[in-house]
C-alpha cells in the first residue's frame, strides 16, 4: 500500500514540475500561439496622427475614427491634437520625424505652409498620408494620397439645394454667408462650389460673408453682427459646417425671428446636432461630409506599406439630409 503512495506522490511531483517549466517558458520572449510564431501576423506599425484640433463635432467624430481604427488593426498610435494652430502641426510633425514612425497621417489646417515639413518627411523615408483637407503644393511626390470629401461638390450640393428651394420667390433672396476657417480647404472650395452654382441665378446674393472658423461660438458672434446689420433683410444663411449654423441658430432666436422659418439654414457635415435642429423645425438642410473613414485610412497605410499602388485621390461617399427625414434618420446617427 505504501509502495502505490509513494508512487502517486511521486507521480504528481514530476507533472507539477513539467507544468511548471512549459509554464515559464511560455512566458518569456516569444508569446506562444498555435501555430508557435508571433502573435498575430501583421507588422505592428507606428503611426503618428497630426490633428487639426478639436473644434467642432465633425473633428471629434474623426479623431475617434481614427483612433478607434489604428487601435482594432494592432498599431501604435501618436496623437497630436494641434488645436488649429499650424505651427504646433509643424512641430508634431517634426516630433513623428524625430521618433522615426512607419507613416505619417496629417489634416492640414490650412492649405499651404506645409512644403519644408513634408519635404523633411520624405527626406527620412517617412510616408505621409492626407487625411480630410488637402494641401496646395505642386510636388505632389510629398504625400501618398489624399482621402477625404470633395468639398467643392458640398458647396454645389447646398447651392442646388437653395436654387430648387426658391425656385417661386420673387425679388432677390439674400444669404449670409458664415464661411469655415480661413485659408483651409473645406472653407475655400465649399465656397467656391456655392458660388459655381448661385452664379446662374442672379436673385441669390450673398449680402454677408466672414468666417466664423468652424467652431459654435464664433458662428454665434458673427451671425449677432450680421442680424444687427441687415437682420430683417436676411432670408437664408450658408454656413461651412453645422457647428456654426447651430450657433447662429441660437443667435437667431435670441434676435427674435424662427430659425428655418424666416431665415433658412443651411449646413455641413450631417452631425447630431443638425438633425436635432432640423427634427425642431430650426434648420433645413444638412450636406454630408463623413469623418468616419479612420478604417479606410489604415486600409491605405498598410497597403502602402505591402508595397501596393494607391490612387493619389480617393474621395469619401456623402449624401444630403434635409429637414423632413431628421425624426426618423437621428437614432441612425453615428456622430
Ligand atoms: C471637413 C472638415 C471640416 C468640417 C468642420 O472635412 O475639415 O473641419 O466640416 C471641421 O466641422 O471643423
Not at 20 to 42: E, F, H, M
Not at 211 to 223: Q, S
Request: proline fraction near 2%; glycine fraction near 8%.
Amino acid at each position: 500500500m505504501k509502495k502505490v503512495l509513494r508512487a502517486k506522490m511521486l507521480l504528481l511531483v514530476v507533472t507539477s514540475v513539467l507544468l511548471l517549466l512549459s509554464a515559464c517558458g511560455s512566458s518569456g520572449g516569444q508569446t506562444a500561439t498555435s501555430d508557435g510564431g508571433s502573435a498575430g501576423d501583421k507588422e505592428k506599425l507606428v503611426i503618428g496622427f497630426s490633428q487639426v484640433g478639436a473644434e467642432s463635432e465633425w473633428r471629434t467624430a474623426n479623431t475617434k475614427s481614427m483612433q478607434d481604427a489604428i487601435k482594432e488593426a494592432g498599431h501604435e498610435l501618436k496623437f497630436s491634437d494641434a488645436q488649429q494652430k499650424q505651427e504646433n502641426q509643424i512641430k508634431a510633425i517634426r516630433s513623428f520625424i524625430a521618433q522615426k514612425v512607419d507613416a505619417i497621417v496629417f489634416s492640414p489646417v490650412v492649405e499651404t505652409g506645409f512644403e519644408t515639413v513634408l519635404k523633411e518627411a520624405k527626406d527620412a523615408g517617412i510616408p505621409v498620408f492626407l487625411a480630410d483637407r488637402a494641401v496646395d503644393i505642386e510636388d505632389d511626390s510629398l504625400w501618398v494620397t489624399f482621402l477625404g470629401s470633395d468639398f467643392v461638390e458640398e458647396g454645389r450640393k447646398a447651392a442646388n439645394w437653395l436654387v430648387e428651394e426658391t425656385k417661386d420667390a420673387e425679388g432677390d433672396v439674400n444669404i449670409v454667408e458664415l464661411q469655415g476657417t480661413v485659408g483651409s480647404a473645406p472653407a475655400i472650395d465649399r465656397k467656391e462650389g456655392f458660388e459655381e452654382v448661385i452664379a446662374d441665378h442672379p436673385n441669390l446674393k450673398i449680402i454677408k460673408s466672414q468666417t466664423g472658423d468652424f467652431t459654435r461660438a464664433k458662428g454665434k458672434e458673427v451671425m449677432e453682427a450680421f442680424l444687427k446689420s441687415d437682420g430683417e433683410n436676411i432670408d437664408v444663411l450658408y454656413a461651412h459646417n453645422d457647428d456654426m449654423a447651430i450657433g447662429a441658430i441660437q443667435a437667431i432666436e435670441e434676435y427674435g425671428l424662427k430659425p428655418g422659418e424666416d431665415i433658412k439654414i443651411i449646413g455641413v457635415d450631417a452631425v447630431k446636432g443638425a438633425f436635432e435642429a432640423m427634427a425642431a423645425g430650426k434648420m433645413n438642410v444638412t450636406v454630408e461630409c463623413n469623418p468616419l473613414f479612420g478604417p479606410q485610412m489604415v486600409d491605405l497605410i498598410e497597403a502602402h506599406l505591402a508595397g501596393e499602388e494607391i490612387e493619389k485621390r480617393v474621395a469619401v461617399e456623402e449624401s444630403m439630409y434635409t429637414m423632413d427625414q431628421a425624426e426618423e434618420l437621428l437614432p441612425t446617427r453615428e456622430y
